[in-house]
C-alpha cells in the first residue's frame, strides 16, 4: 500500500528524481537558450574576419597561374599600345587577336582616330611594360595594374615624346587563355 | 516526452552548447568552417595591399605643420634598410617641407601585389599627390607615382623594407 503514495503526491517529482523535476526543466530552459545566444554571438564574430576574406577567397593563389595572368597583362599592353606607321594595319591585326568582342570595337574606333595622324606623320609608337602586379584575380577574371612606358615619335618630324603611363587592364580567359576585355589610363 | 526525458535532451544540448563556446572561445575562427587555406591566403592579400596603401598614403603626404607626426607613421610601418634610410633623411625632409611650406595630398589608386609568399611580397602602387608649396605659388599641382615596395611580415604586420621609384 505504502508504494503507491509516491505516484500520487503531488509534491513527488515527475517521472521521479530530481532529474524529473519541472524547476529542472525551468533551469535547464534557461541555460541552453543563453547558452545558445552565446554561441551565435561568438560565432558571429569569429566568423566577420573570415567573411572579408571569403570576399576574395577566390582569388588565384598559385605561383604559375598569377605568373600567366602578369605576362599575359604586359603582353597585350604592349600590344595595344604599340604600332607604326609602315604596319599599322598588321599592328592592328595581332593586337585585336587577344581582344574580347567587346573591346575589340572600341580598341578598332581608338586606332581609327589615330590613322591619319599616323600615316601623316610617319608615327611609331613602342610601349615598354616595366611592371605588373595583381590587384585581384580568379580563375577567369583579372585585374592587373601595369606600369608601361611609352615612346612616340615621328618620322617626319623628328619629335618624340616619352610617357609613363599607369594602366588598369582588365582581363578574361577565353578558351584557356588570357585576352584583354578593357585597359583604362589612372590619372 | 516525459519531464526526465525533456531535461536529459536539454542537459546533451547545454553540454554541446558549452563545448562550442570553449572551443570558439579558445580557437576564434579556426573553430569554424570555412576559414580555408585559401581565405588565408585571400586575407594575407588583403592584409598586404592594405598595409601597402597606408605606407604609400603617409609616406607621399605631407603637412608642414605636422610633418614629424607623419614621419611616425612612415617609421612605424617600416624595417631594415628603408627605415634606417628615411631615418637619416628625416631632418632633411622636415626642414624642406617647413621652409617650402609644403603640403602634399596623397590619394592611392590602386594597389597590385606582383609577388608574395607567406613572409614576403612585392608590391606596386599608383598614387597621386596633390601639392602645394612657395615654389608652385601656393598654387595647386598634381603629381603621379609608380612605386615599388618591398614587404616584410614581421611580428604578423606587413612592414616596408624597401621603397623605389618606377621609371
Known sequence: ?187 | MDLRRFNILLLILGLALGAALALLLVRGNEALPGETEAEQSAKQHLDVTRAAAAQVQAFLGVDHENVEEQAQVVLDGATGDFKQQYAEELDSLIRSAQAQQSTAEATVLEVGISDIDASVATVFVAADTVVTSKATDGTSRTVPWRIQLDMVKEDDRWLTSGLQFVG
Open chain 1, 1 to 187: 500500500m505504502t508504494s503507491d503514495t509516491s505516484a500520487t503526491d503531488p509534491a513527488a517529482p515527475h517521472g521521479g528524481g530530481v532529474l524529473g523535476s519541472a524547476w529542472l526543466a525551468a533551469l535547464l530552459t534557461a541555460v541552453v537558450v543563453g547558452l545558445a545566444v552565446f554561441v551565435g554571438f561568438n560565432a558571429y564574430e569569429a566568423l566577420a574576419p573570415a567573411q572579408v576574406a571569403t570576399s576574395v577567397s577566390t582569388q588565384i593563389t598559385d605561383d604559375d597561374a598569377r605568373s600567366e595572368l602578369l605576362v599575359a597583362a604586359a603582353d597585350l599592353s604592349q600590344r595595344v599600345l604599340t604600332y607604326h606607321h609602315d604596319s599599322f594595319e598588321k599592328d592592328l591585326e595581332d593586337a585585336s587577336a587577344r581582344l574580347t568582342p567587346e573591346f575589340v570595337e572600341e580598341y578598332g574606333a581608338a586606332m581609327e582616330r589615330v590613322r591619319a595622324n599616323t600615316a601623316k606623320n610617319e608615327i611609331s609608337q613602342e610601349a615598354t611594360a616595366v611592371s605588373s602586379a595583381i590587384i585581384s584575380a580568379t580563375q577567369d577574371e583579372g585585374q592587373v595594374l601595369v606600369f608601361i612606358n611609352q615612346e612616340t615619335s615621328s618620322a617626319r618630324t623628328k619629335a618624340k615624346q616619352q610617357v609613363r603611363n599607369r594602366l588598369v587592364v582588365d582581363l578574361v580567359r577565353v578558351d584557356g587563355e588570357w585576352t584583354m576585355a578593357g585597359v583604362g589610363a589612372l590619372g
